[in-house]
């Protein structure tokens, strides 16, 4: 990820999420986080890699043997990485919390993780296991989950002046200000019309007037948006990049309910998502490539690119450029025309 130094169509009110001050959504959604499986996530993270590798993948004899689950072994993955298969065994089952980072970068050696995997790995591996309580809390909507960590308070996310000026200033490169929860914080104009025109530009608003559930999501839109699933050609890679960095998210987040809320939410409206989630894929969001069929300018390619921002390590700048005189250059110029309309 980068650093940083130092209306199109028809506009709608849009539901963002489920009613979570409604009681029975609350319990719908506290429900789901209650059945979730009660591994540590460092030891779900170990088990579904472990289930992605077969013997024919790292060079293992099969001799002729029937599983009866997919991937490796316990006891083949830590002959691999060089530890014993009982602690192997006790820090899949998150009885063991105190592995090195030796012997992480061991497993991870073995079970050849990403660069990215790798570092969700060590992360993982300092992530709290246990809260006092776990109980549901109805007056926020959201449930205090052990598998999150100790749970926080979290300040409203507020985008400073400087940086609105920066969105602003940009006003030919489609931009946006995303939050720890993805939610859309701020948006330009040719961010706004490029993603969401169909949603009221003052939207991301309310996130910083205490209102996080009546702004934009990244996350819901991708899911449970109609508009946002049709503008992507290739929505399933658009998902499961959402997905990807939902779980880095989650992790450099411990304790934080509205995270653990807004996962258990999608996992109910969208199968889709409860199935992109089960696989623990960790796709930080970098830079990325994307079609698009966008209902004013037809069809263009952009690149996105997310730009971390050190003085909100929380919050990232996103852009969508196009390749210089291509096309998709003219057809982000054009959208730029029926802005000035």
């Not at 980068?2 to 489920?18: A, D, E, S, Y």
């Not at 170990?46 to 293992?60: F, I, K, N, T, Y």
Request: charged share 25%.
């Amino acid at each position: 990820m980068g650093t940083i130094v130092g209306g199109c169509t028809r506009r709608i009110q849009t539901r963002f999420c489920l009613p979570l001050t409604d009681a029975g959504k609350a319990d719908e959604v506290s429900a789901y986080l209650a059945t979730m499986d009660t591994k540590s996530p460092l030891g779900e993270f170990l088990q579904a890699r472990r289930a992605r590798l077969s013997p024919d993948d790292v060079g293992l004899p099969r001799y002729g043997d029937r599983r009866r689950v997919p991937g490796l072994r316990r006891e083949e993955l830590a002959m691999l990485a060089g530890v014993s298969a009982g602690y192997y065994t006790r820090l899949e089952q998150g009885q063991s919390l105190n592995a090195s980072p030796e012997v992480l970068d061991s497993i991870a050696r073995a079970m050849r993780l990403t660069s990215a995997e790798r570092d969700h790995l060590h992360v993982l591996s300092a992530t709290p296991t246990r809260t006092a309580g776990g109980v549901p809390d109805r007056a926020r909507g959201a449930t205090a989950d052990r598998r999150y960590g100790p749970e926080r308070r979290y300040e409203p996310e507020r985008v400073p002046a400087e940086l609105r000026t920066l969105l602003a200033a940009m006003e030919q490169v489609p931009a946006l200000v995303v939050g720890r929860r993805n939610d859309v914080l701020a948006w330009n104009r040719a961010g706004h019309a490029l993603l969401a025109g169909h949603v009221d530009f003052g939207a991301p608003d309310q996130h910083g007037a205490g209102h996080p559930d009546a702004g934009p999501n990244l996350s819901r839109l991708v899911f449970l948006d109609a508009h946002t699933r049709a503008l992507y050609q290739d929505w399933t890679k658009k998902a499961r990049a959402a997905v990807g960095n939902l779980r880095v998210m989650t992790a450099r987040n411990p304790g934080d309910a509205g995270l653990a809320a807004l996962v258990g939410e999608l996992a109910i409206a969208s199968a889709d998502f409860a199935r992109m989630w089960a696989e623990h894929s960790i796709e930080p969001c970098d830079s990325e490539i994307y079609e698009l069929d966008h209902p004013v300018v037809g069809r263009l390619t952009v690149t996105q690119q997310t730009l971390r921002i050190p003085q909100q390590p929380n919050q990232s700048l996103v852009t969508m450029t196009a390749e210089p005189g291509s096309p998709s250059a003219a057809a982000l110029t054009m959208l730029q025309h029926t802005m000035s309309r």
